[in-house]
């Protein structure tokens, strides 16, 4: 056999009094709570195994917790680095308060130059447009007779009628065909014996036109073709003594004849007139003109040639505005 055991299984020592003295107790009996914890080393007389715990744990001076409390952290002071951001920003702030101040200000200045500008620029604005009538008005005085002539021509006709020859215009507004004017002494022979119809021509072309109306105290007739000529425009404003003027007619059957010369005045004391205004103008005419256009600068007429004195240089033209005012819707 081998020693300590028996047959039957290892022999215990039996129980006795602890060599260390009573300072070191034997093994203390296990808790009921708690389950002994497993070892990895073996157990025997040279290697123990895990003692519970005695009645002297946890040590004096801890609590019954697995760790001991970790003490509040106190506020420390700030770092230079901290002071020296806080620093930065802070001028930051005046900085950008310093600018947003000067840029107000500079925008104040803007502003004020701005409206002074703005009142400079609508005074210069004001005193070009006076120059620009000034120049407006001296070039009404100034005609380009050869403008005025080629404008005008396309619209001036001969026409024939059995007591001879004389001049009308073509005038108005209406969409079908041309309206045309002309005196009322060119037709009254025509219109007294019921005939209707006349002759007018241009660049050797010919077209039939109708006698439509008559006025004979303004000594106007209104005519109308059927087919489409260029017009002249009537003028609106107020005729000026001084005015320039050209006179297109067919004298002594001669069409498209050109004279030039000035408004010499406006009258009321033509005899045979009964008072009526009348534009009295100094542009050569024959026989033949009675009827054609007074035309101003701007190319629009005045007025309609009507007669002659046996004075050089003194005759007479209907205003347009009387011819307005006799054929309604004529302008």
């Given at each position: 056999?081998?020693?300590?055991?028996?047959?039957?299984?290892?022999?215990?020592?039996?129980?006795?009094?602890?060599?260390?003295?009573?300072?070191?107790?034997?093994?203390?009996?296990?808790?009921?709570?708690?389950?002994?914890?497993?070892?990895?080393?073996?157990?025997?007389?040279?290697?123990?195994?895990?003692?519970?715990?005695?009645?002297?744990?946890?040590?004096?001076?801890?609590?019954?917790?697995?760790?001991?409390?970790?003490?509040?952290?106190?506020?420390?002071?700030?770092?230079?680095?901290?002071?020296?951001?806080?620093?930065?920003?802070?001028?930051?702030?005046?900085?950008?308060?310093?600018?947003?101040?000067?840029?107000?200000?500079?925008?104040a200045s803007a502003n004020h130059?701005?409206?002074?500008?703005?009142?400079?620029?609508?005074?210069?604005?004001?005193?070009?447009?006076?120059?620009?009538?000034?120049?407006?008005?001296?070039?009404?005085?100034?005609?380009?007779?050869?403008?005025?002539?080629?404008?005008?021509?396309?619209?001036?006709?001969?026409?024939?009628?059995?007591?001879?020859?004389?001049?009308?215009?073509?005038?108005?507004?209406?969409?079908?065909?041309?309206?045309?004017?002309?005196?009322?002494?060119?037709?009254?022979?025509?219109?007294?014996?019921?005939?209707?119809?006349?002759?007018?021509?241009?660049?050797?072309?010919?077209?039939?036109?109708?006698?439509?109306?008559?006025?004979?105290?303004?000594?106007?007739?209104?005519?109308?073709?059927?087919?489409?000529?260029?017009?002249?425009?009537?003028?609106?404003?107020?005729?000026?003594?001084?005015?320039?003027?050209?006179?297109?007619?067919?004298?002594?059957?001669?069409e498209q004849s050109v004279t030039?010369?000035?408004?010499?005045?406006?009258?009321?004391?033509?005899?045979?007139q009964a008072g009526k205004t009348?534009?009295?103008?100094?542009?050569?005419?024959?026989?033949?003109?009675?009827?054609?256009?007074?035309?101003?600068?701007?190319?629009?007429?005045?007025?309609?040639?009507?007669?002659?004195?046996?004075?050089?240089?003194?005759?007479?033209?209907?205003?347009?505005?009387?011819?307005?005012?006799?054929?309604?819707?004529?302008?």
């Open positions: 056999m081998t020693a300590g055991f028996t047959e039957t299984g290892p022999t215990v020592p039996a129980p006795g009094p602890d060599p260390a003295g009573s300072d070191h107790p034997g093994p203390q009996p296990s808790r009921p709570d708690v389950a002994p914890p497993t070892s990895a080393w073996p157990a025997g007389p040279d290697h123990p195994g895990p003692q519970p715990p005695t009645s002297a744990w946890p040590a004096p001076g801890y609590p019954t917790g697995s760790f001991p409390p970790v003490p509040p952290a106190r506020a420390g002071r700030r770092s230079p680095l901290q002071i020296g951001v806080i620093v930065v920003l802070a001028l930051l702030v005046v900085a950008q308060a310093a600018f947003l101040v000067v840029v107000e200000r500079q925008l130059k701005i409206d002074s500008l703005a009142g400079t620029e609508d005074k210069r604005l004001g005193d070009v447009d006076g120059r620009v009538r000034t120049l407006e008005q001296q070039a009404a005085k100034t005609l380009d007779a050869q403008a005025v002539t080629q404008a005008s021509l396309p619209s001036v006709f001969k026409i024939t009628v059995p007591d001879g020859t004389a001049t009308a215009f073509a005038i108005g507004t209406t969409s079908t065909g041309t309206d045309l004017l002309t005196n009322y002494h060119v037709v009254e022979g025509l219109w007294n014996a019921g005939q209707r119809t006349a002759q007018i021509d241009h660049d050797n072309q010919r077209f039939a036109v109708q006698v439509v109306k008559v006025d004979p105290d303004n000594d106007l007739a209104l005519l109308h073709s059927a087919q489409k000529f260029p017009r002249i425009a009537p003028a609106k404003g107020q005729i000026t003594v001084g005015t320039p003027v050209v006179v297109i007619g067919a004298p002594q059957g001669f030039g010369g000035v408004v010499s005045a406006l009258r009321t004391d033509v005899p045979g009348l534009i009295q103008f100094d542009a050569a005419i024959n026989p033949g003109n009675s009827g054609g256009p007074l035309v101003n600068a701007q190319k629009q007429v005045i007025g309609i040639v009507e007669e002659t004195f046996s004075g050089e240089g003194l005759h007479f033209a209907i205003p347009i505005t009387t011819a307005c005012t006799s054929f309604s819707g004529l302008c």
